[in-house]
Structures are given as C-alpha cells and as structure tokens.
C-alpha cells in the first residue's frame, strides 16, 4: 500500500540485523516472522528496514556502502530456515555464542560463509530445489552472472576491481570468458547464496502480506566505489581513463558534523544517465519495488544537485553544489512509476529548488521531532508546521535515541519546547515515549518510530553515528525487550489517535 493512500497509519523502524537470533546477528528466520506478528498485534501497518544489500567489514558494515544495487546480503540469511526448508542437515546449523545486545561481525562473517558453503554442498549432493534456483539465475540473469563473477574475483584477489590486471579491471572480454571457465564452481556458489537470500525474503514478504504489513525498503542514492555497478558500468560514473574517481560525494558541514560527511562514493555522469533515458535507475528501482511496498529515497535532494568534493579531500567542508538533469529524471520516474510509492529523505540542506521538485512529484517529505525543538516557529521541522502528506518520525538511524537526546545533546530551550508541547515535566526515561505519543498524534498520514525510542533506550542502542566511520549499525534488540508491556502501550497509542 503507497504512503499517498491519505490514511493515517503507523510503523516502526528495526534493521533486519538487530532482530534477536542465536548467530550473531539478527536474520530472516524466525524472529523476523515474530516480529511482523508483533507488529499486527500493536495495531501497525509499516516496517520500516535499511538497505539489505551485501556488506563489507572495510566499509565499516555500513548498509549504505553496498557492492551491488541488486543483491542480498548474505548475512542475514536464517539458518534455521535453510534447516527448515530442507537446505541445510540441522548439524550444520550450530548457534553462535556471543552477546545478543551487539552484532557480532567479524564472527558473523566467518561463520556464515563456512555455513553456506556446506549448503550449496548439500545442494550440489541432493539436486535441492534445483529447478527453482535455475528458474531464480534465469529470471535475474542480468545482473546475477556480472555480481556472482565480481564476488568470485573480489574474494579469489582480496582486492577491489580498480586494482586488478588491466584485462580484468576493463572486462577484457576474453578474460572474463576464461575466469567464468575456471571459476565456475565458486561463481555458481554465489549465485545459490543470492537464491537463498531471495527465497528467503519472499517468504517473509508473503507473511507480512497475509498480516496486512507494509515494508518500507531504503534506497541509498550513491553506490560504493568497489561495487559490481561501478565494474560493470563505468561509464554511468564520473571516473578517470583509470577508472579512479574524479570527484566523491557527500554533504557540507550539517547537524552531524562540523567538517561535512565524505562518503567517498564516486559521482554519477548525469549526462550519460539522461542519454540512457535513466535505464539504469530505473531497473534498479523497479528491483527494489519488487521486494518492498514502499521506498525511501535516501538523500533525495542529491536528485536535484549534489555536493561535489575533490577526491584528495580530507573532509567536505570543501566542495560545490552541482545541478542535475533533475525535470527529465523525474519525468520519466513518474512515468515509469506511476503511483510513486516513494518517501523522500528530505533532510538537511533543504533548498526551494528540491521543495519544488518534492511538490510537483506529490510525494511525502519527512518530518523529524527531535530536528523541529530549538526554534518553534520558523522551524519547518516544528510540529506545529507539519502537514498532512508527510511522515513523521521521533528520530531515525542517524539520530541518537531521544532518550540519548535527551540526557546528552538535548540545549535546555529544546527541553523546555518539549515539556510545553507534552504539557509537564518528565525524567528522562520517560522522555522516548511522550515524543513517540507527540509523534503519533500528530498531522502526517504516517508516523514511523525507531523500536529504541518506544522502548525508551540511551545512547547505547543508537545504531549509526554519520561522523564515525566505524562501530556502527551493531545494535539489537533482546527478547526480553520485545515483551516489554511499552509495546503493547504504543498499540493503545496507535488505537487512540486513530492510526
């Protein structure tokens, strides 16, 4: 169901990876099927998810730093699900011993690779599902055969393509056949770990379907630099002859950090994207429509001008602002996409050009509770300037928790703006869920909240911190949190204020 259905609803934002699990890491599996029950029961309709593309330790596991437009991440891939749906002999499917409130990374990453790997063992010997995982490579073929060679080569240099031989780093055809040849046992295991991913996140979509549950998918608007697109496509990127970036994108000094966020993603050839009529980020969006309900194009304004860095840059504080053939691209996003199931992440540096393109699309902005606390009145972000066709939230995976707020950041004026709104003083543990009641109660057709600020948590269950490049997106919930009788308060709220 699109956002613009002039409903008023209610969801909850959780990344797939803090669910509770027994490895490591929050998946796919059997938690994610409670959870979605979970969130029927307390009367919502949205689950609001970041991107779930693969991950690298490097790119400091962050979501937004992907190999690939296309593909699953391997980690959240449920093995009591492989074991349940006859992929995987139960002995195989041994729980890792770690704490449950952070993701264990490093050891995730050991542990599911030698887990999937027995897996496509067991296929190879059983012939599983053989038909339907062929069915799965014919159907994705256009872009499954370049990621599953890109991981092979990647994991067989242990470097990213812009350091390969000259034959492989500019797709010598005749190089890429011979590797395809040599390596076609590795290059099929990666295609099967895409069929599991896939098979997986369908089974989970049709449940959330059956409990009228709407998913909320996160587009990031760049790509990382060591990614199968950039191999594959280059010339959709503005690069040098030897494919080194000639500029990388980010944002100028914001609320997050006084030098800017260098993200060191390369920057699109806008040219070339508006001489292919799109194509690329049309089929790349129509991919993600098909596994969500609903997309939130990250960094939205980046569509109408980006913030252009030299690539010897050390911080952003240095750059320019560079304009995009923004009318054609939304022409034919309209047209290609005529319901326009989108959300724009209109956050930060917000000018009329990009307030007039979210207009003449007619999709929601966000709005942020924690953003519109310091100056009331001439503060869009100010509840009392929110407007219907919106989505509110008490903060997102950026922010800190309101509560962490609350207690570490929170001037006293934003406080005393925040008692006036609520109507009485409260102690900070208490803070997380009057905002969420403000938030839920307010004007926009949807309110998503993160699960931390229902749950009332601190700065310790914050997921990503934008100035930190590592250390990040580890937070998960317990199980003993997920019984919190919070829960079955914020179904009340929801009732009550008629979402």
Not at 151 to 166: E, V
Not at 239 to 254: E, F, H, I, Q, S
Not at 308 to 316: D, G, K, L, M, P
Not at 346 to 368: E, F, W
Request: hydrophobic share 40%; with cysteine; net charge positive.
């Amino acid at each position: 169901m699109p956002v613009c259905s002039h409903k008023r609803a209610s969801g909850i934002l959780l990344h797939v990876t803090s669910l509770p699990s027994a490895f490591g890491i929050g998946d796919l599996g059997p938690w994610s099927y409670r959870f979605v029950d979970l969130l029927a029961n307390m009367n919502q309709r949205y689950w609001s998810i970041l991107p779930f593309g693969p991950t690298r330790a490097e790119d400091g596991n962050s979501p937004y730093q992907t190999s690939s437009t296309y593909a699953g991440n391997p980690l959240l891939i449920s093995p009591e699900k492989l074991v349940q749906d006859g992929l995987l002999p139960k002995i195989y499917a041994k729980a890792l011993v770690r704490s449950t409130h952070r993701v264990a990374f490093s050891e995730v990453y050991k542990h599911k690779k030698a887990l999937l790997k027995n897996a496509y063992l067991y296929f190879k010997e059983t012939g599983s599902q053989k038909s339907e995982f062929e069915t799965f490579c014919a159907q994705n073929k256009h872009w499954l055969d370049d990621y599953a060679l890109y991981i092979t080569l990647r994991q067989r240099t242990d470097a990213p393509w812009y350091l390969w031989l000259p034959s492989l780093r500019h797709r010598n055809l005749k190089t890429l056949s011979q590797k395809q040849l040599h390596l076609s046992e590795d290059i099929e295991r990666e295609k099967f770990v895409q069929y599991l991913f896939f098979s997986q996140w369908h089974s989970l979509k049709n449940h959330c379907k059956k409990r009228s549950i709407n998913i909320v998918g996160d587009l990031p608007f760049y790509i990382a630099y060591d990614s199968v697109d950039v191999w594959v496509h280059p010339e959709l990127f503005l690069l040098t002859k030897n494919g080194k970036p000639r500029c990388v994108g980010g944002v100028p000094p914001d609320y997050f950090s006084s030098t800017g966020q260098l993200w060191g993603t390369p920057i699109y050839n806008w040219q070339k994207h508006q001489e292919t009529s799109f194509a690329w980020w049309m089929n790349r969006i129509n991919h993600n429509l098909l596994l969500f309900d609903t997309l939130r194009l990250d960094h939205f304004r980046g569509f109408v001008a980006y913030w252009q860095v030299s690539a010897r840059a050390q911080t952003a504080v240095r750059g320019r602002w560079v304009v995009t053939p923004s009318v054609a691209f939304f022409e034919k996003l309209q047209k290609t996409f005529p319901l326009l199931p989108f959300i724009a992440e209109d956050l930060g540096y917000i000018d009329t050009p990009v307030r007039q393109a979210i207009q003449t699309l007619g999709v929601p902005g966000m709005k942020v509770l924690l953003f519109g606390l310091d100056c009331p009145e001439g503060n869009p972000q100010s509840i009392q300037n929110y407007v219907t066709h919106s989505v509110v939230y008490t903060g997102t995976h950026d922010t800190n928790t309101v509560r962490g707020w609350f207690t570490t950041e929170a001037s006293a004026i934003e406080k005393a703006n925040l008692f006036a709104l609520i109507s009485k003083k409260v102690p900070a543990k208490q803070v997380a869920f009057e905002a969420v009641k403000l938030a839920e109660a307010s004007v926009p057709e949807l309110c998503v909240v993160p699960l931390q600020d229902v749950l009332g948590l601190g700065a310790n269950a914050r997921m990503n911190l934008p100035s930190q490049a590592f250390g990040n997106w580890a937070w998960r919930v317990t199980e003993v949190q997920l019984e919190s009788d919070t829960l079955q308060q914020l179904g009340e709220v929801t009732t009550q204020v008629g979402r």
